[in-house]
């Protein structure tokens, strides 16, 4: 039996000698997969193979503010689709960040770097090999040894600012390198021991914390200057091509920075407490009221006991020493967005550009079409009044902009809602409704072909010229698109029912089956139609066509993007026996595209673990009565397409925020929500033998795997509260008051538990046969 779940830093994880603060590992999810099967044939020659993207620096949970290493010279490298500053393969650094912009997509500034000795302008900057073994991450701290300078960096954080110590060796020519990166902007030196700057405009880009920053040291310089790059040749730089100014205290232009002299003795520390904001005052205060003084160390505290209380919230016994630093590495990585913008009564930037105050905590975008698929139902689990100010939020854009944001091809932000008021978080859903409705229903919204979707019920495809290999990124992916809105009109049609208006529903229910429409029966695949209505050929469902008729995907794995009517998609393909067909069929057959899509690494047959449009279709197995495989893949998964490459640190894909981290972290407790506006939660096979959950309302669910083992697999029966349970998924409103779930495991399917039809989970279409 669990212990009692609470907040306290040192509360150790059941059978182990570690809290779970202690267990995460900021390093996972920021190295590759290694391994050539799992990988199939991506990256193309030239490239990285995609990581997680993920970042081990220092932060808060959801905080904008992220003090974290760079060794990855983002302005000369070939990115893995969104620029990474920090690569686990990686042998050298170049700086580290302190805010200013997320590090994910490489927007964070100014990037900080101790040099001892020569160094190098900017973007050339200066590197220094570092000591993996010496390299030390953990929630709310980062540590590396830098051996070319034999000096050590370390950082932490606080809500809006970033602390940096950096422990130098005996030397009169030790320095710290400050500038902005890319379009720069301007850096001006204050006195003896301060920096000060303005980021360039970057439009959406711009630094969600503010473009000003303030940067203060904890020891005075005896010297400075500033430098840039030379204004002219945009990429070209080299003898001559910079303007370095000694004892200049202001400059302005692309990588604007200044270089500050230091004489140390040996492990002198110089520390660096950075904070941005809306204007130099702005940064100044939050310098004065969250960074008074010096305290690294307690800084550092403060930080993990922050995470702590949110990490002790969830408690596993059993499992290995691996799988639990992967679950709570990934529960950690979980809470990377939304991020903060501003505490209420704090100043922020809103949409249209205005400064305003908030009123509430306010949060930036949800990038819905990757998190919005399940991290956001784990904040719906854990973090409700969270919730409330992300929507609060979202509505608050809605307002500014006149629609709902969007992400990618769908709409999805209703997702979000629909899922937050089934699951009894209060809000005014009928204000979110008006604009909810207005992406779906204004062919001038944000829904780019909903015209025509209107109008054919579904999204044309227009053949590249040449019809040339993919993948093509310039299309329109009509036939995923389609999928998308059928989806989102399913939770749109629920929607208009609980606000009491029919005609809404009715015609977003009718709406909510299209995905018919882009359904060619005579394959048993969603292929694209040129707008005579004709099916695109060829068409090979194992090519990744990523924006021509599929979005980031092939056939095999978009024909499962139907999650509210699985059983329809049933029926289409045959009924239950052909759907299992087709499902092992797509496990099973060997990944062998032409085209080349990045992040499609972590592979089971033509499955993808590492990008979002098939990440829930090992969990469709229950609705056509064989939850075992579901079981048994949902275990593949979890042992071989996380942290089983040489670092132990290796991601599928990429995380997009928390995504893929969500997926593993749901996944080992042992369930998953295949469609995140529904109250359903899908069951897998956890990996614990315990799991406790403490709910946002302060309830808990209780997970028991008697029985569990590496090879005990599989469910054999099932009991929640004490009462028999045949069913291979539960509802919210099953354990939203506490519960205790427990299954007996078995080293063999039951066929017989959980495979009636009666049993499967709600779809719109009624059961396949």
Not at 305 to 332: C, D, E, H, I
Not at 347 to 367: C, E, H, L, Q, S
Request: glycine share 10%; aromatic share 12%; proline share 8%.
């Amino acid at each position: 039996m669990l212990a009692p779940l609470g907040g306290a830093n040192g509360q150790h994880s059941p059978g182990s000698d570690k809290s779970p603060v202690e267990e995460a590992n900021p390093l996972v999810g920021t190295a590759p997969l290694d391994r050539p099967e799992l990988i199939g044939n991506a990256p193309p020659p030239g490239e990285p193979v995609y990581s997680g993207i993920t970042s081990p620096g220092a932060r808060l949970p959801n905080s904008s503010v992220e003090a974290a290493p760079v060794n990855v010279n983002v302005e000369a490298t070939y990115p893995t689709g969104v620029a990474t500053p920090y690569h686990y393969p990686s042998p050298t650094m170049i700086g580290f960040t302190g805010g200013g912009g997320p590090s994910y997509g490489a927007r964070a500034q100014p990037i900080v770097m101790p040099v001892v000795g020569d160094w190098t302008v900017p973007p050339a900057y200066t590197q220094a090999y570092y000591d993996k073994a010496k390299e030390v991450a953990r929630p709310g701290y980062y540590s590396v040894y830098l051996d070319t300078f034999r000096t050590r960096a370390e950082l932490t954080a606080t809500q809006w600012t970033s602390l940096m110590r950096f422990t130098f060796p005996a030397s009169q020519r030790s320095h710290l390198i400050i500038n902005l990166p890319g379009r720069g902007g301007e850096v001006e030196v204050i006195g003896n021991d301060q920096v000060r700057g303005i980021a360039a405009e970057r439009g959406d880009d711009d630094a969600r914390d503010g473009r000003y920053f303030v940067a203060q040291f904890s020891k005075p310089f005896s010297g400075y200057g500033t430098f840039r790059k030379s204004p002219g040749n945009s990429r070209g730089y080299g003898i001559g091509d910079k303007d370095v100014v000694p004892a200049s205290r202001k400059i302005t232009g692309s990588f604007a920075g200044t270089y500050l002299n230091f004489t140390t003795r040996q492990d002198e520390t110089v520390l660096v407490k950075i904070a941005h904001g809306q204007s130099f005052a702005d940064a100044e205060r939050r310098l004065r009221q969250e960074q008074p003084g010096w305290n690294f160390e307690g800084v550092h505290q403060a930080a993990a006991n922050t995470w702590a209380a949110l990490l002790n919230r969830v408690q596993v016994k059993g499992g290995t020493p691996k799988q639990r630093m992967l679950f709570y590495s990934t529960l950690f990585q979980s809470f990377a967005s939304p991020r903060l913008l501003a505490h209420k009564g704090e100043r922020f930037t809103d949409t249209n550009g205005k400064t305003r105050t908030a009123t509430y905590d306010r949060y930036g975008p949800v990038p819905f079409w990757d998190t919005g698929r399940n991290q956001i139902v784990l904040l719906e689990l854990m973090e409700p009044e969270l919730v409330q100010n992300v929507m609060r939020s979202e509505l608050d854009m809605a307002r500014e902009r006149g629609y709902m944001n969007t992400s990618f091809h769908g709409d999805n932000a209703v997702f979000l809602y629909l899922g937050a008021w089934k699951r009894g978080i209060a809000f005014d859903y009928a204000a979110a409704y008006e604009f909810l409705r207005r992406n779906a229903v204004d062919p001038k919204g944000p829904r780019g072909y909903l015209a025509e979707y209107q109008r054919n019920g579904w999204i044309a495809d227009e053949i590249p010229p040449g019809n040339p290999s993919p993948p093509y990124a310039g299309g329109k992916a009509g036939a995923a698109t389609t999928l998308e809105y059928a989806w989102d009109d399913h939770a749109m049609a629920d929607f208009a029912e609980r606000l009491g208006k029919t005609d809404d529903a009715k015609l977003f229910r009718a709406r909510a089956s299209n995905w018919r429409n882009v359904f060619d029966p005579s394959i048993g695949f969603i292929r694209g139609r040129t707008a005579d209505g004709k099916w695109i050929a060829p068409f090979d469902p194992q090519e990744p066509y990523y924006n021509y008729m599929m979005k980031e995907a092939s056939g095999w794995s978009t024909l499962w993007l139907v999650p509210h009517d699985v059983q329809g998609l049933a029926t289409a393909l045959g009924g239950r026996a052909r759907f299992n067909a087709k499902l092992d069929r797509f496990f099973a057959t060997p990944y062998t595209p032409t085209g080349i899509c990045r992040d499609c690494t972590g592979l089971i047959g033509q499955y993808v673990q590492g990008n979002q449009p098939d990440q829930h279709a090992a969990y469709l197995y229950p609705w056509s009565g064989q939850p075992w495989k579901t079981q048994a893949l949902t275990r593949r998964i979890l042992d071989t397409l996380y942290g089983s490459d040489a670092s132990g640190y290796g991601y599928p894909g990429m995380d997009d925020q928390g995504a893929t981290s969500s997926w593993y972290a749901l996944s080992a407790m042992g369930f998953y929500p295949v469609d995140p506006s529904s109250d359903v939660y899908v069951l897998g096979s956890p990996v614990f033998d315990e799991v406790a959950l403490r709910l946002g309302n302060g309830r808990t669910l209780e997970i028991v795997a008697r029985g569990n083992s590496p090879t005990n697999i599989y469910i054999q029966s099932a009991t929640l509260n004490g009462k028999p349970w045949t069913k291979p998924w539960f509802s919210h409103a099953d354990v939203k008051d506490g519960a205790r779930l427990e299954l007996v495991m078995g080293a063999r399917p039951n066929p017989n538990w959980g495979s009636a039809v009666a049993d499967a989970p709600p779809s719109l279409s009624p059961p396949a046969s």
